[in-house]
């Protein structure tokens, strides 16, 4: 089953210049060349918290649990250790793609609806219906945390303050414009109740490692 890596993060103030050196020249490329990585997604918000949100579309969950990417985490670059200390509120999890849409695009915004309790894969169907049911919706995805997910710490992940929550599942509508990425949160927060926390996320960037996964 295909793998995920899903991540929030804010950023300290005045840091945004080297965060998107690292990210665009640097950090995507890195991860990308590492084996059973396929493509990565990257996102902002102007309101939500986390600001920002990144996954990463790899051939298994096992993929980052591999040699390769377990020594990228062991050997973070000197880019990597100068910005790692100002990211915030990061939320990091690895998924296995539990549903998607047979319908499926990507847009110009996301709904990105994140579940930190428990949620069964019934309610999440049901709450990607209805974000499916939206004309300007062009496909939806639904996560689960994986239970490969690797529990120790890593040198990289000690250079960000504060640790890392999780999350148990995740719900994600492409969409074509904001109003479109509204309607979908709220069909989502209909279903999901109190357990959602749903961001607006306008897109940043797709990229991919043009290999087979």
Known sequence: MPGILAIWNDLEEGADDLFERWYVDE????????????????????????RFF???????????????????????????????????NMIRTVCSIAGRSPRFALGGWVAASRIEGLVTDDCLRTAAA????????????????????????TTESRLRPGGDRSIRAALIAEAMRERDAA??????????????????????????????L
């Open 27 to 50: 950090h995507i490329p890195e991860r990308l060349a590492v084996p059973g990585f396929g493509a990565a997604h990257r996102y902002e918000s102007q309101h939500a918290t986390p």
């Open 183 to 212: 309607a979908a949160a709220a069909g989502a927060a209909a279903i999901l109740g109190p357990n959602v926390q749903t961001g607006l996320y306008c897109t940043l960037g797709h990229w991919s490692s043009r290999r087979e």
């Open 130 to 153: 209805a974000c499916e049911r939206h004309p300007g919706v062009l496909g939806v995805q639904w996560w689960r945390a994986a239970e490969q997910t690797p529990s120790a710490a």
């Open 54 to 88: 990144c996954y990463y579309e790899v051939a298994a969950p096992e993929v980052l649990a591999s040699p390769d990417y377990l020594g990228r985490l062991a050997a973070p670059t000197a880019l990597t250790r100068q910005v790692m200390p100002h990211f915030r």
